[in-house]
Nanobody, 120 residues
Framework: QVQLVESGGGLVQAGGSMRLSCAVS????????MEWYRQAPGEEREMVAS???????NYATSVKGRFTISRDSARNSVSLQMNSLKPEDTAAYYC??????????????WGQGTQVTVSS
């Protein structure tokens, strides 16, 4: 029932900006963290940015200072503002939600991914 749908990806020139959004639908009992991951061809998926339940944020060193993660107060969406984009930012970007069930167990959800291509 829970669905995460990313949007906003596409082609952008180096130095440009792009904003990714992730819409969350369905019943999530408690959101612990909302995150953005990315995966380039031939590389492992890596966490780009995260925002915890309390609003604290963490970023990969490669994007720190350029990317900003945010969410709405209801935790129904999470966005990633990407500035000063570089060709090495090219990857499929995935929305991820770390949540807790009503029984206290962990529940993890992934979006389908959206492609970001940065041209030089």
């Amino acid at each position: 029932q829970v669905q995460l749908v990313e949007s906003g990806g596409g082609l952008v020139q180096a130095g440009g900006s792009m904003r990714l959004s992730c819409a969350v639908s369905g019943d999530i009992f408690r959101v612990n963290a909302m995150e953005w991951y990315r995966q380039a061809p031939g590389e492992e998926r890596e966490m780009v940015a995260s925002i915890t339940r309390g609003g604290g944020t963490n970023y990969a060193t490669s994007v720190k200072g350029r990317f900003t993660i945010s969410r709405d107060s209801a935790r129904n969406s999470v966005s990633l503002q990407m500035n000063s984009l570089k060709p090495e930012d090219t990857a499929a970007y995935y929305c991820h939600v770390n949540s807790q069930s009503s029984d206290g167990g962990p529940l993890l959800y992934w979006g389908q991914g959206t492609q970001v291509t940065v041209s030089s």
